[in-house]
């Protein structure tokens, strides 16, 4: 049973940092996918940041330079740690695993989401 258990977030004001974890469990962590995502209220869910097993990562544009996603395979932790927060970052963060993408059993798992409130 797969499983993705989110914690961090919170309220911050702009300029302000905070981080979020994802500790998986069911899946074989070193080799999986993992994302953040997000949604924001009257918006569809975006991508954030993504991070392969071999530690390649990409970014959404309007998070570059400021938000960093890494991995523990220690943990089965991945993190994302956002920086100079703007109040257009408020959203519902989710915590995704992407299996077997690009095949036809590709299967997506999502965490609980967690509230990330940024005030000016």
């Known amino acids: 049973q797969v499983q993705l258990v989110q914690s961090g977030g919170g309220s911050v004001q702009a300029g302000g940092s905070l981080r979020l974890s994802c500790a998986a469990s069911?899946?074989?962590?070193?080799?999986?996918?993992m994302g953040w995502y997000r949604q924001a209220p009257g918006k569809q869910r975006e991508l954030v940041a993504v991070?392969?097993?071999?530690?390649?990562?990409n970014y959404a544009d309007s998070v570059k330079g400021r938000f960093t996603i890494t991995r523990e395979s220690a943990r089965n932790t991945v993190y994302l740690q956002m920086n100079s927060l703007k109040p257009e970052d408020t959203a519902v963060y989710y915590c995704?695993?992407?299996?077997?993408?690009?095949?036809?059993?590709?299967?997506?798992?999502w965490g609980q989401g967690t509230q990330v409130t940024v005030s000016s």
């Open positions: 069911g899946i074989i962590f070193s080799s999986t996918s």
């Open positions: 995704n695993a992407d299996l077997y993408p690009a095949t036809l059993a590709r299967v997506n798992y």
């Open positions: 991070i392969t097993g071999g530690g390649s990562t």
